[in-house]
Antibody, heavy 123, light 107 residues
Framework: QVQLQESGPGLVKPSQTLSLTCTVSGGSISSGGYYWSWIRQHPGKGLEWIGYIYYSGSTYYNPSLKSLVTISVDTSKNQFSLKLSSVTAADTAVYYC???????????????WGQGTMVTVSS | EIVMTQSPATLSVSPGERATLSCRASQSVSSNLAWYQQKPGQAPRLLIYGASTRATGIPARFSGSGSGTEFTLTISSLQSEDFAVYYCQQYNNWPLSFGPGTKVDIK
């Protein structure tokens, strides 16, 4: 059973870059069948999909964040990562990594989630 | 972008009663809709995908229905562990989008 674990700094200064990593265990990130995704949840609010990466390196980002987001994959470490640049207080949120099922390039639901990591943007 | 709305925002239900939650999409998403349950301090958990298929390990008291733009999640007899926030999410169009959630609390 695939499990996900987020890691990274819990505090980031405004205008800096937020960097998080999701480590995949119990399965190979290169096996296909998933879009490896990032989702965030502002405090007390709903869920916002940030983007995904496929093991091949292809990506798709939410247009609302596209200019600021980079998602990358390291298949040798079985990890994928999120970088969000020029952060402001509005980027304070719990960040989740999750698997988005995919069949024939068609997405399905987010079936496996990491526990989430809280990131606060503050000087 | 497809906008998802959910109603009501809060639903107060007594244990053992039936709960009916609604989700609406701003345009058709076919049956490409999922429901999630989130408890405080936890990640969301997938309950339903394909509008009506229960995910692995989800009790039969959870059922989903609908297609197009109107969807329903029904919890047939609420258990204490079911009090939580429920989100719907469409995966028919990019970008993927979630509803704002319905909080089910104890009456």
């Amino acid at each position: 059973q695939v499990q996900l674990q987020e890691s990274g700094p819990g505090l980031v200064k405004p205008s800096q870059t937020l960097s998080l990593t999701c480590t995949v265990s119990g399965g190979s990130i290169s096996s296909g069948g998933y879009y490896w995704s990032w989702i965030r949840q502002h405090p007390g609010k709903g869920l916002e999909w940030i983007g995904y990466i496929y093991y091949s390196g292809s990506t798709y980002y939410n247009p609302s964040l596209k200019s600021l987001v980079t998602i990358s994959v390291d298949t040798s470490k079985n990890q994928f990562s999120l970088k969000l640049s020029s952060v402001t207080a509005a980027d304070t949120a719990v960040y989740y990594c999750a698997t988005l099922g995919v069949v024939a390039a068609t997405p399905s639901a987010f079936d496996i989630w990491g526990q989430g990591t809280m990131v606060t943007v503050s000087s | 972008e497809i906008v998802m709305t959910q109603s009501p925002a809060t639903l107060s239900v007594s244990p053992g009663e039936r709960a009916t939650l609604s989700c609406r999409a701003s345009q058709s998403v076919s049956s490409n809709l999922a429901w999630y349950q989130q408890k405080p301090g936890q990640a969301p958990r997938l309950l339903i995908y394909g509008a009506s298929t229960r995910a692995t390990g989800i009790p039969a008291r959870f059922s989903g229905s609908g297609s197009g733009t109107e969807f329903t999640l029904t919890i047939s007899s609420l258990q204490s562990e079911d009090f939580a926030v429920y989100y719907c999410q469409q995966y028919n169009n990019w970008p993927l989008s979630f509803g704002p959630g319905t909080k089910v609390d104890i009456k």
